[in-house]
């Protein structure tokens, strides 16, 4: 159950974008919550709802919701080392009472029509043109929704996290979050 919050916000930085921020503090508390095994953090950012839809941006706060014992684990743990010049970390604080509730997951889309060729060839020993008939290029989709630029620890590879914000609920639902704070069925308060 999440009962209380803290919330990061990050401050503004003349060398370095607020998207390169964003993704830094997003890998590490990754990595804490993997380190940590933890699957009682949620997260949100409050700040991206109401964005236009050209703004892909998750604002300049992250909020960590939990138990007020599994954000102290979290919080005594040394993870936001080297963001400490470039983030305000708020106080534990408890959910307000009339609070709504929403989902916060992760979002994957077919995005890259080159890549799910290269993929098929690789899978099934098919040429170029094979892979171009099974693949067409109407099978590529775009995102509207904000995203984290990350870079995979296994592989090294950059890819984007996208957010979405479901919609609001009246009641919350409990459940695991994943590694990134995010879960497809439990809901964080939202205010």
């Known amino acids: 159950m999440t009962t209380h919050y803290i919330n990061i916000t990050l401050l503004p930085d003349p060398e370095f974008s607020h998207a390169h921020l964003l993704g830094a503090l997003v890998a590490k508390l990754h ?3 993997v380190q940590g095994q933890t699957a ?3 997260v949100s950012y409050p ?3 109401g964005q236009p839809m050209t703004k892909r941006t998750l604002g300049a706060v992250l909020r960590l919701h939990g138990t007020p014992h599994a954000l102290q684990l979290l919080m005594g743990q040394d ?3 080297g963001m400490r010049d470039h983030t305000q970390v708020g106080e534990l604080l408890p959910v307000p009472a009339n609070a709504q509730h929403r989902a916060v997951r992760r979002r994957q889309f077919k995005t890259n029509v080159d890549r799910l060729r290269r ?3 690789l899978r099934k020993g098919e040429t170029t043109e094979q892979a171009v008939v099974a693949i067409p290029d109407s099978v590529e989709r775009r995102s509207y929704l904000p995203f984290v630029q990350l870079r995979s620890a296994s592989t090294g590879q950059p890819f984007c996290l996208y957010i979405e914000h479901g919609p609001l609920q009246p ?3 409990s459940g695991p979050f994943n590694c990134y704070g995010l879960g497809t069925g439990p809901t964080v308060p939202w205010f």
Do not use: E, N
């Open 31 to 33: 990595r804490a919550l």
């Open 171 to 173: 009641q919350s639902v």
């Open 119 to 121: 993929r098929r060839m």
């Open 40 to 42: 009682d953090i949620g």
């Open 79 to 81: 993870w936001l080392k």
């Open 47 to 49: 700040q991206h709802i």
